[in-house]
């Protein structure tokens, strides 16, 4: 079965929709770094703690190179640095990522970042979920994540929503 790595936003967002359950269907099992877990368990004023200890297909790993993470360090916050270490160390090519430096910098190793968005379009084109819009509009609204005008409207084409 296939392997993720994931930042904290894509596993919170999903979360919050109560359909954690497509990072499994879509990609089996999910690798996070202490970071994440420390992140998802010690959430900001006003977001629920998710305990993805408690998922079956989530497992918690640290990667081993600390030099790679150091220097992922000085640019994005320690989430991204260790889950992008991770994929790395792991050979995994796809990660589970939101934040556009953290993206950016997916794109500069060679890795794929897939965000909460395209993880919604692709369950919606396996038939896993009805429709996306609704579901953007839940996480924007209720736990505040952001979604340019331009993204949603990219992300509802693709959903074959417009």
Same mark, same amino acid.
Do not use: C, W, Y
């Given at each position: 079965?296939? @392997?993720?790595?994931?930042?904290?936003?894509?596993?919170?967002? $999903?979360?919050?929709?109560?359909? /954690?359950?497509? $990072?499994?269907?879509?990609?089996?099992?999910?690798?996070?770094?202490p970071?994440?877990?420390?992140?998802l368990?010690?959430p900001?004023?006003?977001?629920?703690? @998710?305990?993805? *200890?408690?998922?079956?297909?989530?497992?918690?790993?640290?990667?081993?190179?600390?030099?790679?993470?150091?220097?992922?360090?000085?640019? $994005?916050?320690?989430?991204?640095?260790?889950?992008?270490?991770?994929?790395? &160390?792991?050979?995994?090519?796809?990660?589970?990522?939101?934040?556009?430096?953290? *993206?950016?910098?997916?794109?500069?190793?060679?890795?794929?970042? @897939?965000?909460?968005?395209?993880?919604?379009? *692709?369950?919606?084109?396996?038939?896993?979920?009805?429709?996306?819009?609704?579901? /953007?509009e839940?996480?924007?609204? &209720?736990?505040?994540?952001?979604?340019?005008?331009? $993204? *949603?409207?990219? /992300?509802?084409?693709?959903?074959?929503?417009?």
């Amino acid at each position: 079965m296939p @392997v993720i790595v994931s930042d904290t936003s894509p596993i919170r967002a $999903l979360s919050h929709l109560g359909r /954690i359950d497509l $990072l499994r269907d879509l990609f089996g099992t999910v690798l996070v770094p202490p970071a994440v877990d420390e992140e998802l368990r010690n959430p900001p004023t006003g977001l629920a703690l @998710v305990d993805v *200890r408690q998922m079956g297909f989530i497992s918690v790993r640290a990667p081993r190179d600390g030099v790679r993470v150091t220097e992922l360090l000085r640019t $994005l916050d320690p989430g991204e640095s260790e889950a992008l270490a991770l994929a790395l &160390e792991l050979g995994i090519s796809v990660i589970l990522i939101d934040e556009s430096a953290g *993206r950016a910098m997916a794109l500069r190793l060679g890795l794929l970042p @897939v965000g909460v968005l395209g993880t919604l379009v *692709r369950a919606k084109q396996r038939g896993l979920i009805e429709s996306v819009g609704p579901l /953007i509009e839940r996480i924007q609204g &209720e736990i505040g994540f952001f979604v340019s005008q331009t $993204l *949603r409207t990219e /992300i509802l084409r693709r959903a074959g929503e417009l």
